[in-house]
T-cell receptor, first 111, second 116 residues
Framework: QQPVQSPQAVILREGEDAVINCSSSKALYSVHWYRQKHGEAPVFLMILLKGGEQMRHEKISASFNEKKQQSSLYLTASQLSYSGTYFCGTEGAGGNTPLVFGKGTRLSVIA | DAGVIQSPRHEVTEMGQEVTLRCKPISGHDYLFWYRQTMMRGLELLIYFNNNVPIDDSGMPEDRFSAKMPNASFSTLKIQPSEPRDSAVYFC??????????????FGEGSRLTVL
């Protein structure tokens, strides 16, 4: 089942913060975050495992609430380079299953 | 090291024609995935292989779609006959054994298919 991401799109000014949410109706083993710039391939940001710690990639961090089957991506002091579409990918509770990606959140950072 | 290599990058064809998309995974990666990306549905998994063997093709939309992996360094996704609704960006991704479902997927740059 495809996870639901919110918001669908967000526009920020440089230096502002944003939160992107990813929610699943099923129990999860892990949540993965990818960023895709326009016309390019998705690039891995981080993975959050069940029972694991909050992860960080530069000024981007993420959390995973296993009980709520939700993950949030926190972008702090956004930079122009953060612009792109962010996808969460979820792995089912049993593990060892291919990722199912959400539809993505389009983030635009303007000067 | 070279990443995942896909060809062609762009393909424009007419309805009814056969389309073949190609992928070379990263050397040493035992898992290969084909995804399709559209605005409406996002990234959808079509099929994945482990050691050249198809493991799950439940995402392949119709019999018009087929995928093969004749060896560890090459895979194809074929659409025959193609239809306008097949227009999308098709991504190939690979992953090394041991981290395949809990690690990074390495994506190619994608093949943008337009069926007129």
């Amino acid at each position: 089942q495809q996870p639901v991401q919110s918001p669908q799109a967000v526009i920020l000014r440089e230096g502002e913060d944003a939160v992107i949410n990813c929610s699943s109706s099923k129990a999860l083993y892990s949540v993965h975050w990818y960023r895709q710039k326009h016309g390019e391939a998705p690039v891995f940001l981080m993975i959050l495992l069940k029972g694991g710690e909050q992860m960080r990639h530069e000024k981007i961090s993420a959390s995973f609430n296993e009980k709520k089957q939700q993950s949030s991506l926190y972008l702090t002091a956004s930079q122009l380079s953060y612009s792109g579409t962010y996808f969460c990918g979820t792995e089912g509770a049993g593990g060892n299953t291919p990722l199912v990606f959400g539809k993505g959140t389009r983030l635009s950072v303007i000067a | 090291d070279a990443g995942v290599i896909q060809s062609p990058r762009h393909e424009v064809t007419e309805m009814g024609q056969e389309v073949t998309l190609r992928c070379k995974p990263i050397s040493g990666h035992d898992y290969l995935f084909w995804y399709r990306q559209t605005m409406m549905r996002g990234l959808e998994l079509l099929i994945y292989f482990n050691n050249n063997v198809p493991i799950d093709d439940s995402g392949m939309p119709e019999d018009r779609f087929s995928a093969k992996m004749p060896n560890a360094s090459f895979s194809t996704l074929k659409i025959q006959p193609s239809e306008p609704r097949d227009s999308a960006v098709y991504f190939c991704a690979s992953s090394p054994t041991g981290t395949v479902f809990s690690g990074e997927l390495f994506f190619g740059e994608g093949s943008r298919l337009t069926v007129l």
